[in-house]
């Protein structure tokens, strides 16, 4: 989650420390979201299309009465599956460059 924390605090501009529990940074990513929807759509739809949240998800809560708090699960579980997603890769390079130095 400390990952996840940080991550969210760099990209949002959320007031996180460090032993802020999962709820705290939901509200305060729904409130964030509550915000930008007020601002336009266009904005909005932009940024989850760069954060590759799924459109299917997306149009799933979107008619939910807090969707606000919806949005912002999604937001962090994406961003949950990115990290996980880059340790994976980091660890496959690592092996990959180790066991391509044993054959040269």
Do not use: C
Not at 27 to 42: S, Y
Not at 85 to 98: A, C, G, I, L, V
């Amino acid at each position: 989650m400390q990952d996840t924390a940080l991550a969210l605090k760099a990209e949002w501009g959320l007031d996180i420390n460090n032993l802020v529990s999962e709820e705290t940074i939901l509200q305060m990513l729904a409130d964030r979201i509550a915000k930008l929807t007020a601002q336009g759509p266009e904005s909005f739809y932009q940024l989850m299309y760069r954060l590759d949240i799924s459109e299917k998800k997306l149009n799933y809560v979107i008619g939910d009465k807090d969707v606000a708090t919806k949005i912002a699960k999604l937001i962090y579980d994406r961003q949950l599956e990115k990290i996980k997603s880059r340790r994976e890769h980091k660890t496959e390079r690592t092996q990959f460059n180790d066991d391509s130095e044993l054959n040269w």
